[in-house]
């Protein structure tokens, strides 16, 4: 069936360091890709997407490639800041252009940004 | 204005008890969300409405039950409550039940079963 591994956590970097939060998947067919941010006490948030292979999604910095060969989706960010300690987390649509609410999400991965 | 709303934002009850959690969207969507995080933050999706239709009932104890008076509100209300019930629910509202479009998740509610 599909489903998504991420990186354990929790990630500890000092502000300015580069982040790397790995995700692979697994999935028939072509789903699309996401990545959603949970700031402490608030829901999820979209924060980048790709639908389709070889797709950059970016936001605020952060990005994510849809690499198809290595079923993989990793979020990265040249330059983390304090404001950027979150929960992350990677998630797959179960079909490609499905609703986003039919998403299969993965366990995610606490990020805290020391100054 | 806040565009999904759920109420309350923390409830305490025992086991055993029935509680209900409401939600309200005021984004104009058609479909809505239930979810629900665990203590390790693993999120899973438990029904979903499009226009006041059931259109996901994953597995879930028939002690969760939703119900959609109309497609800006979907509450959620549990019979019997056990400890496991213990989490924080998500409520959540995208355009369409096909949209490409970002979930607007409301804050959560944190649900402690004793």
């Known amino acids: 069936g599909n489903s998504v591994t991420q990186m354990e956590g929790p990630v500890t970097l000092s502000e300015e360091a580069f982040l790397t939060i790995n995700c692979t998947y697994t999935a028939t067919g072509y789903p699309s890709l996401f990545w959603y941010v949970q700031y402490p006490g608030e829901g999820l948030q979209l924060l980048l997407k790709?639908?389709?292979?070889?797709d950059k999604g970016s936001n605020k910095g952060f990005e994510a490639t849809y690499r198809k060969e290595t079923t993989s989706f990793h979020l990265e960010k040249g330059s983390v800041q304090v404001s950027d300690s979150a929960v992350y987390f990677c998630a797959l649509s179960r079909v490609r252009g499905g609703s986003q609410g039919n998403l299969i999400f993965g366990k995610g991965t606490k990020l805290s940004v020391k100054p | 204005d806040t565009a999904v709303s759920q109420t309350p934002k923390y409830l305490v009850t025992q086991m055993g008890n029935d509680k209900s959690i409401k939600c309200e969207q005021n984004?104009?969507?058609?479909?809505m969300y239930w979810y629900k995080q665990d203590s390790k933050k693993f999120l899973k999706i438990m029904f979903s409405?499009?226009?006041?239709?059931?259109?996901i009932n994953e597995t879930v104890p028939n002690r969760f039950s939703p119900k959609s008076p109309d497609k800006a509100h979907l509450n959620l209300h549990i019979n019997s409550l056990e400890l496991g019930d213990s989490a924080v629910y998500f409520c959540?509202?995208?355009?369409?039940?096909?949209?490409?479009?970002?979930?607007?998740f409301g804050n959560g509610t944190r649900l402690t079963v004793t």
């Open positions: 959540a509202s995208s355009p369409d039940r096909a949209s490409n479009s970002p979930l607007h």
């Open positions: 984004l104009g969507h058609d479909t």
């Open positions: 790709a639908t389709k292979a070889d």
């Open positions: 409405y499009n226009n006041k239709e059931l259109i």
